[in-house]
């Protein structure tokens, strides 16, 4: 079955995992309040005039993409949470770094928004 919504997504994850990914939806929809919810890559994302961020509940951790790129105080800040390609690793048995994750929502909606070129739609 194709997941259609975030909530579709957040419905097939145990409470407390579901709890940090809706802590990471209100951080960004109070944020960014123009950004819209959208599935991507069958994961849940926001869009605002193009996807610029996606996260994603696994076994032990939750996944937010893509790398930040442009803000390098960011990234050293970051670098406990860095995998090889820079995509981003948050322990589940670890609170959640929401101030942390703040600043790379806001990062990733400059880098995909206003700094890539705009893609038709």
């Known amino acids: 079955m194709a ?3 975030h909530d579709d997504y957040l419905a097939g994850l145990a409470p407390e995992v579901r709890s940090k990914l809706q802590a990471i939806q209100h951080l960004v929809e109070t944020l960014l309040p123009a950004a819209t919810r959208c599935i991507s890559y069958r994961i849940p ?3 605002d005039q193009r996807v ?3 996260f994603a509940a696994f076994k032990n951790h939750i996944g937010i993409y893509p790398p930040v790129r442009h803000d390098q105080a960011l990234i050293t800040a970051l ?3 860095r995998g090889e390609k820079g995509n981003l690793s948050f322990p589940l048995a670890q609170p959640l770094p929401l101030n942390l994750i703040a600043r790379v929502v ?3 909606h400059l880098e ?3 700094l890539a ?3 038709q739609a």
């Open 3 to 5: 997941l259609l919504t």
């Open 52 to 54: 610029f961020f996606y």
């Open 117 to 119: 070129p705009k893609q």
């Open 112 to 114: 995909h928004h206003t």
């Open 79 to 81: 670098a406990a949470y």
């Open 45 to 47: 994302a926001y869009h």
């Open 106 to 108: 806001l990062a990733l």
